[in-house]
Every structure is written in structure tokens, then in C-alpha cells.
């Protein structure tokens, strides 16, 4: 025996058999047709209203993030919108690569003795002559930088009263061991 | 069942998408891409239409089409594509109601809103004057907007199932992992509630 909920909802959608339609529509009289007729109405309005397409918030970038972890279940880089590169390309795009990151490795050694001899090239530190030795006021910026990868970052800071700026590298795995400052 | 509905593709439509889902299935990571653009705005629709919320409904549909991609080898072309990518839509959907619905221990209970509106009882329109006809398209979207954010998500998810999708009682069963008696129940009060929050509309 199904619950009155059941009983309803079925035949609302006319899912009963003829007799027990019948039934239900015979115990709930005139207002079983009016409710049938509120539910109809209510069925258009919901699929009128509920659009079955929805424009997408910052699609580019859904299609990028969505790629992204594609690739990294591929275990592969690429992107699968780019064309494959070809290897000589690659090759060449490495070997620049590696020469700014050597490059900035010897920057990060070299910075606090630059900054009495003045003269980076890849990464700038400003100096501010005036405030200098001041405690808590030692200006660090850089202004240009190219580490060479999406996983290698620096930053500038200062350690309060030792006139010395910090070039800080993240994510290079080693230090040529020719490297000196 | 019935087919979510959607606008069936023409037949060059069809052809164009049976290749990128050929090539997407053979590895093509572009071909992939194609059909992420060709369906993102009815998948994103289709979670936001049961949850109401556009950040999580972007981060689900993500999802979507991440299983989408590490499942594609199983897809047979038995449904449309759409179908398919749907069904994976909304048993993530209906896996991320549950979850939100445990961690937030907000346990749903049909009997709490037997008080609110008894089973027999009629939904006859209140004494509300103005009709339907004299409201704004927009004005009813949105009046349709707040009454099913009235609904609890579990009201929520079987309506939208059945009214707009046309799911039958027993996938809706099978997904929401509970009887169909539970599943008409749900339904049963979830019209209810619309109707009597929607009444001077219908």
C-alpha cells in the first residue's frame, strides 16, 4: 500500500494505473483538478525559467585550470591547445632558460657586494643612500628579473641594521659549485 | 529513463563531435579541449540549477570534466555525449550535497517540514492581486530563483531531476542512494513548498 505522498506524486505524474488514478482523483474532487492544473502551470514555469545552458564565469580560465590538471594527470607539460613544439625549439627555449637562471643564481650571490660597487645587470637593487643604516629602513626592490622558469621566484628584503640586502631564490634544485660571490 | 533534454545537434554537429570524442579518446588533449568548450555552459546549468551556488557549481563542473577525461575510455556512444557528461555532472553533484550535508551536520529530515504543510493539505492560492501576466519575464525568474533556494538541497535536487530533467523515480533513487518511496516523498513536499511559495503565479 503506498503513502498518500506517493500515491499523489504518481499520479500527478500519471504514473498510476487507470483505477487508482481514478481513485486519488475522485477522493481529492474539485481541488485534485485544480492542483493538477497549479502543477502543469508550475512545470512550465521551472523549465521557462531554469535555462539548461548558463554562461560559464571566466571561461578561459576554466579551459586552462581544466588543462592544466589534464596534463599534469598525463604526466606531460604541454598544453593540448598548443601545437607540439618542435624538439629544436625546445631545446633552444632550455638552453636560455638555464643561462638566465645561472645568471640570476650569480646575481643572488654577488647582490650585497654590488651594492657598494653598483652595477646589476639582471636583477637591480634601489638604494636608498640616504635612509641607509637607519634601523627598520633599508629599501630592496627588484626591478627586473628572469628566472627562467614557472617555478622559480625571487624576492627582495632587508635585514634590519646590517645594510645588507637579501636576494631570496625559490625552487632552483642546486648552486653551480663555481658560483662565487 | 528519459534524456536530459538538449537541443540534438545536426547531424554535421554530430559527425564533428563522434570525431572529437574519437580523437579525445585516442589521447588528443585539443580534440578534449573542443568538447570541454562545446559543453561547459549546459554542464555548469545543470549543477547550478541544483545547488545554487556559482563557485561551487564552477569548481563541480571542473570536476566534471576531469572524471569526464579520466573516464572517456569507458564512454560507448550508447547516449549522447551530453548524456553522458550529465549523468557524471549530477552523481557528483548529489555526491557533494551528501558530503556538504554530513560535514555540516545538517542532517535532512523530511518529517521537520511535515509541520510546515500537511499532506492533504490544498494549495489554493492566496488572496495575492497581482496575477502572473502582469509580472516582468525577469520578475518571474526571479521569484523563481528565491522559492527554490526556500528548498532544502535534497527537495531541491529530486525537483529539478524530475521537472526538468526527467528523471524516472528509480535513477533518482539509484543516484541519490535512497528508496523511491523516499524519492516521491521528496518530491511530493517539494512541490508543495513551490507551489504555496509560487501560488499567485500558477
Given at each position: 500500500?503506498?503513502?498518500?505522498?506517493?500515491?499523489?506524486?504518481?499520479?500527478?505524474?500519471?504514473?498510476?494505473?487507470?483505477?487508482?488514478?481514478?481513485?486519488?482523483?475522485?477522493?481529492?474532487?474539485?481541488?485534485?483538478?485544480?492542483?493538477?492544473?497549479?502543477?502543469?502551470?508550475?512545470?512550465?514555469?521551472?523549465?521557462?525559467?531554469?535555462?539548461?545552458?548558463?554562461?560559464?564565469?571566466?571561461?578561459?580560465?576554466?579551459?586552462?585550470?581544466?588543462?592544466?590538471?589534464?596534463?599534469?594527470?598525463?604526466?606531460?607539460?604541454?598544453?593540448?591547445?598548443?601545437?607540439?613544439?618542435?624538439?629544436?625549439?625546445?631545446?633552444?627555449?632550455?638552453?636560455?632558460?638555464?643561462?638566465?637562471?645561472?645568471?640570476?643564481?650569480?646575481?643572488?650571490?654577488?647582490?650585497?657586494?654590488?651594492?657598494?660597487?653598483?652595477?646589476?645587470?639582471?636583477?637591480?637593487?634601489?638604494?636608498?643612500?640616504?635612509?641607509?643604516?637607519?634601523?627598520?629602513?633599508?629599501?630592496?626592490?627588484?626591478?627586473?628579473?628572469?628566472?627562467?622558469?614557472?617555478?622559480?621566484?625571487?624576492?627582495?628584503?632587508?635585514?634590519?641594521?646590517?645594510?645588507?640586502?637579501?636576494?631570496?631564490?625559490?625552487?632552483?634544485d642546486y648552486v653551480p659549485a663555481d658560483s662565487k660571490p | 529513463m528519459r534524456e536530459p533534454s538538449s537541443p540534438s545537434l545536426p547531424a554535421d554537429d554530430a559527425a564533428a563531435e563522434a570525431t572529437l570524442i574519437?580523437?579525445?579518446?585516442?589521447?588528443?588533449?585539443?580534440?578534449?579541449?573542443?568538447?570541454?568548450?562545446?559543453?561547459?555552459?549546459?554542464?555548469?546549468?545543470?549543477?547550478?540549477?541544483?545547488?545554487?551556488?556559482?563557485?561551487?557549481?564552477?569548481?563541480?563542473?571542473?570536476?566534471?570534466?576531469?572524471?569526464?577525461?579520466?573516464?572517456?575510455?569507458?564512454?560507448?556512444?550508447?547516449?549522447?555525449?551530453?548524456?553522458?557528461?550529465?549523468?557524471?555532472?549530477?552523481?557528483?553533484?548529489?555526491?557533494?550535497?551528501?558530503?556538504?550535508?554530513?560535514?555540516?551536520?545538517?542532517?535532512?529530515?523530511?518529517?521537520?517540514?511535515?509541520?510546515?504543510?500537511?499532506?492533504?493539505?490544498?494549495?489554493?492560492?492566496?488572496?495575492?492581486?497581482?496575477?502572473?501576466?502582469?509580472?516582468?519575464?525577469?520578475?518571474?525568474?526571479?521569484?523563481?530563483?528565491?522559492?527554490?533556494?526556500?528548498?532544502?538541497?535534497?527537495?531541491?535536487?529530486?525537483?529539478?531531476?524530475?521537472?526538468?530533467?526527467?528523471?524516472?523515480?528509480?535513477?533518482?533513487?539509484?543516484?541519490?542512494?535512497?528508496?523511491?518511496?523516499?524519492?516521491?516523498?521528496?518530491?511530493?513536499?517539494?512541490?508543495?513548498?513551490?507551489?504555496?511559495?509560487?501560488?499567485?503565479?500558477?
Amino acid at each position: 500500500m503506498k503513502r498518500f505522498e506517493e500515491q499523489h506524486t504518481a499520479w500527478l505524474d500519471g504514473l498510476l494505473p487507470p483505477g487508482e488514478a481514478a481513485e486519488v482523483a475522485a477522493r481529492l474532487g474539485e481541488e485534485g483538478a485544480a492542483e493538477a492544473a497549479r502543477h502543469t502551470r508550475l512545470r512550465a514555469l521551472l523549465k521557462e525559467h531554469l535555462p539548461q545552458e548558463r554562461p560559464l564565469p571566466q571561461a578561459d580560465f576554466f579551459q586552462h585550470r581544466l588543462r592544466e590538471q589534464i596534463a599534469a594527470l598525463s604526466g606531460e607539460m604541454a598544453t593540448p591547445s598548443r601545437p607540439a613544439r618542435p624538439v629544436w625549439r625546445w631545446r633552444l627555449w632550455s638552453a636560455l632558460c638555464g643561462g638566465a637562471v645561472a645568471a640570476l643564481v650569480m646575481t643572488a650571490l654577488t647582490v650585497s657586494v654590488k651594492n657598494e660597487q653598483g652595477g646589476i645587470t639582471l636583477a637591480e637593487v634601489e638604494w636608498n643612500e640616504e635612509e641607509a643604516g637607519k634601523p627598520g629602513f633599508y629599501d630592496a626592490e627588484i626591478l627586473e628579473a628572469n628566472p627562467g622558469g614557472p617555478t622559480i621566484s625571487a624576492y627582495a628584503f632587508q635585514t634590519s641594521g646590517q645594510n645588507m640586502a637579501v636576494l631570496w631564490l625559490d625552487g632552483l634544485d642546486y648552486v653551480p659549485a663555481d658560483s662565487k660571490p | 529513463m528519459r534524456e536530459p533534454s538538449s537541443p540534438s545537434l545536426p547531424a554535421d554537429d554530430a559527425a564533428a563531435e563522434a570525431t572529437l570524442i574519437t580523437r579525445a579518446q585516442a589521447g588528443e588533449h585539443a580534440a578534449f579541449d573542443a568538447l570541454v568548450t562545446l559543453h561547459r555552459h549546459k554542464v555548469y546549468a545543470t549543477i547550478y540549477n541544483l545547488i545554487r551556488d556559482e563557485q561551487e557549481a564552477w569548481d563541480l563542473a571542473q570536476d566534471t570534466f576531469l572524471k569526464a577525461w579520466k573516464s572517456l575510455h569507458l564512454f560507448r556512444g550508447q547516449s549522447s555525449f551530453f548524456t553522458w557528461l550529465y549523468r557524471i555532472a549530477t552523481n557528483l553533484t548529489i555526491d557533494w550535497l551528501r558530503r556538504k550535508r554530513i560535514e555540516g551536520g545538517t542532517a535532512f529530515d523530511d518529517a521537520v517540514r511535515l509541520e510546515e504543510i500537511e499532506p492533504g493539505s490544498a494549495t489554493a492560492p492566496r488572496p495575492v492581486p497581482s496575477p502572473s501576466r502582469a509580472l516582468e519575464h525577469r520578475e518571474v525568474g526571479r521569484r523563481i530563483d528565491e522559492a527554490l533556494a526556500l528548498l532544502s538541497p535534497e527537495h531541491r535536487t529530486v525537483l529539478i531531476l524530475r521537472e526538468i530533467d526527467g528523471e524516472s523515480y528509480e535513477a533518482m533513487a539509484e543516484k541519490i542512494g535512497c528508496s523511491v518511496g523516499t524519492v516521491m516523498s521528496r518530491l511530493f513536499y517539494a512541490r508543495k513548498k513551490l507551489q504555496a511559495a509560487l501560488n499567485d503565479l500558477l
